[in-house]
């Protein structure tokens, strides 16, 4: 259950960084 938990987290924070990184590269 915990390698769950880690991959949905990392997945959660991979697609922030992607949004963050898309919307910054957009704003340049």
Same mark, same amino acid.
């Given at each position: 259950?915990?390698?769950k938990i880690k991959i949905g987290v =990392? =997945?959660?924070l991979l697609?922030? $960084?992607v949004s963050w990184n898309g919307?910054? $590269?957009q704003d340049r």
């Amino acid at each position: 259950m915990e390698n769950k938990i880690k991959i949905g987290v =990392s =997945s959660c924070l991979l697609g922030e $960084k992607v949004s963050w990184n898309g919307d910054h $590269k957009q704003d340049r």
